[in-house]
């Protein structure tokens, strides 16, 4: 190995290691890794947990956090009672991050250097030097369940009937799809693809050992459009209000142009809810000086969403811990749970027959380069083995219709499945 310092703050590292050596070492030795690429940009970090295993979700605290990757679970302990319950995630520690810059060499960013860091390195190089077998071609089948349609149908007529009776306005359900692989996947060429495949969109892959939470080894895969709340290097805060879904390709295969997308009244009034339910948090910290952005059409791999965007200038409105108090306020937004908030959670809890797990849950970076991204964890799935679970969602309103949202889910599925064939 040979590594030279490339600047003040990195190390330019030499050798052939890739970032899926990095990441099969993080996998084989049980250190949790955090993979992704921000919306808009063409640098890849990969961050790896080297301290103690993460044993259970902690509140997070975006403003004293040291660098690192969070991870949280749709549902909380509790189910919310208290107000911090649902920003907690599982925290990775940034003991080793690597960048993969956009001319394709990776840097080492400083961090302590420990017996771990040194173990974990000797490691990585050891992998580089060992032959691989990567040229499997990521093939897959989806397996067929004649029961799925029928019975998320069944829970969108009930959840409409609900509607109908006036217990709640708003729910989003979910169902699963299951994928086998012909081989075990390199996590890494599938993320790669992803990038590739969807340039706007928030793309991680997130390995946890075994004993993370309780629950057996996972890795989560996704490619998401869902800002859920971002503090930028000057102190923006942002977040956006996404729903209604459509095709972004005519019938005839032929991409749509964004300003000829056509919204029913459904799906004007299903974002309006979520647009509500993130200006009713900005009411409640009394927060006035917002802005706000849209609706506008906006693109997501082979959908159209319709999206507002709001912004605030936490320095100007000197409210730094802006960020933390949103992320406990808003998730799970109306966006992926529904409104009111504990009747439509309660729903989906006796309602879906699945564990949503981290789907619909937050991923993102913290306090990386000032900044800290958080996005919501849709358009993702679930990898053991070779099999591959891919979750997607819908949400309803009492005009619902339960055939369409179940094509909707179709569509939503479609994203990975298509990011994925490279
Ligand atoms: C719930 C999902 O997506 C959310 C629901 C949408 C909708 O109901 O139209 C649109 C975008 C997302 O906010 C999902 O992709 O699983």
Same mark, same amino acid.
């Given at each position: ?13 030499? @050798? ?5 050596? @990095? ?68 925290? =990775? ?6 960048? @993969? ?5 990776? $840097? ?6 420990? #017996? ?5 390195? %000797? ?6 030097? %060992?032959? #691989? ?5 990521? +093939?897959? #089948? ?11 149908? !069944? ?38 693809? @992803? /990038? ?6 928030? *793309? ?17 895969? +996704?490619?998401?459009? &869902?800002? =859920?709340?971002? *503090? ?8 956006? !209000? ?7 390709? #005519? ?15 459904? &799906? ?12 009713? /948090?900005?009411?409640?910290?009394? =927060?006035?000086?917002?802005? &706000? ?13 319709? /999206?507002? %965007? ?6 100007? *409105?000197?409210?730094?811990? $802006? ?11 109306? !966006?992926? /749970? ?14 879906? %027959? ?21 996005? *919501? ?46």
């Amino acid at each position: 190995m040979t590594a030279s310092s490339a600047g003040s703050n990195t190390t330019t590292v030499h @050798l052939d290691v890739t970032l899926t050596h @990095l990441w099969q070492t993080a996998r084989k030795n049980d250190h949790p890794a955090a993979l992704w690429r921000l919306p808009n940009q063409s640098e890849k970090q990969l961050i790896v947990h080297l301290g103690e295993p993460l044993a259970e979700q902690q509140p997070i605290d975006l403003d004293e956090r040291p660098p690192g990757f969070a991870i949280g679970l749709f549902d909380a302990p509790g189910h919310g009672t208290a107000s911090d319950d649902f920003a907690r995630a599982f925290y =990775l520690h940034a003991d080793r991050h690597i960048v @993969l810059d956009a001319d394709g060499q990776l $840097l080492y960013r400083p961090t302590p250097e420990t #017996t771990a860091t040194r173990a974990f390195d %000797q490691a990585t190089y050891l992998a580089a030097n %060992q032959p #691989t077998n990567l040229s499997d071609p990521v +093939s897959f #089948t989806e397996q067929p369940d004649p029961e799925a349609q029928a019975a998320f149908e !069944a829970n969108v007529a009930e959840a409409v009937e609900a509607m109908k009776a006036g217990r709640f306005w708003k729910v989003v359900l979910s169902r699963t799809k299951t994928l086998t692989f012909g081989n075990v996947p390199d996590v890494v060429t599938l993320f790669d693809r @992803l /990038c590739a495949a969807y340039p706007t969109a928030f *793309v991680s892959a997130v390995s946890l050992p075994e004993g993370t939470g309780g629950r057996p080894a996972q890795v989560w895969l +996704s490619a998401t459009p &869902e800002r =859920l709340a971002s *503090v930028d290097a000057n102190g923006i805060f942002r977040t956006v !209000a996404l729903a209604g879904t459509q095709s972004a390709y #005519t019938p005839e295969g032929v991409m749509k142009r964004t300003a000829d997308a056509l919204w029913s009244q459904k &799906e004007i009034e299903e974002q309006a809810l979520v647009s509500r339910y993130i200006i009713g /948090c900005f009411k409640k910290i009394r =927060l006035r000086e917002y802005m &706000e952005e849209g609706p506008k059409t906006a693109q997501a791999g082979n959908l159209m969403h319709l /999206c507002s %965007q709001y912004s605030v200038d936490t320095r100007a *409105v000197n409210f730094p811990q $802006l960020g933390t108090v949103m992320l406990r306020l808003l998730h799970p937004t109306s !966006a992926v /749970c529904g409104m009111p908030r504990p009747e439509a959670l309660d729903f989906i809890l006796t309602h879906e %027959q699945h564990d949503r797990g981290f789907y619909a849950g937050f991923v993102g970076p913290v306090n990386i380069d000032g900044a800290s991204q958080l996005f *919501v964890h849709i358009r993702c799935l679930l990898l053991a083995g070779k099999t591959a679970t891919l979750y997607a969602g819908a949400g309803l309103t009492e005009d619902s219709d339960p055939q369409k949202e179940w094509l909707e889910t179709e569509m939503k599925c479609q994203t990975l499945l298509r990011g994925m064939q490279g």
